[in-house]
């Protein structure tokens, strides 16, 4: 079973950037496709944005596509997620998520393993 570790949350103004990294550990996620999932209080988990396994397909939400950024960097085991221009609305506790296929996918019952979420603040 993978372990995936999020850091890089934060509280940040309006209009700032951060970055999130997922580390994973236990197995490798050599194979695997990962994505970001958020969930702001009172509110169901949302997609993000999701990488196939080597890094040439990716896919966002609309409310975060062209301000955030996801990546992988497979021989350090590692999936990012580049976030500029932040919104108040983009507050939210952030979840990195391993799947077993190689394949991008967007719900949240596609992947398997998840991490314990980084929170996310921005203020207005």
């Known amino acids: 079973q993978v372990q995936l570790v999020e850091s890089g949350g934060g509280l940040v103004q309006a209009g700032g950037s951060l970055s999130l990294s997922c580390a994973a550990s236990?197995?490798?996620?050599?194979?695997?496709?990962m994505g970001w999932f958020r969930q702001a209080p009172g509110k169901e988990r949302e997609f993000v944005a999701t990488?196939?396994?080597?890094?040439?397909?990716?896919y966002y939400a609309a409310s975060v596509k062209g301000r955030f950024n996801i990546s992988r960097d497979n021989a350090k085991n590692t999936v990012y997620l580049q976030m500029v221009s932040l919104k108040p609305e983009d507050t939210a506790v952030y979840y990195c998520?391993?799947?077993?296929?190689?394949?991008?996918?967007?719900?949240?019952?596609?992947?398997?393993?998840w991490g314990q979420g980084t929170q996310v603040t921005v203020s207005s």
């Open positions: 990488i196939n396994w080597s890094g040439s397909t990716t």
């Open positions: 998520a391993a799947r077993s296929e190689f394949v991008i996918a967007t719900r949240a019952r596609d992947f398997g393993a």
């Open positions: 236990g197995r490798t996620l050599r194979g695997r496709a």
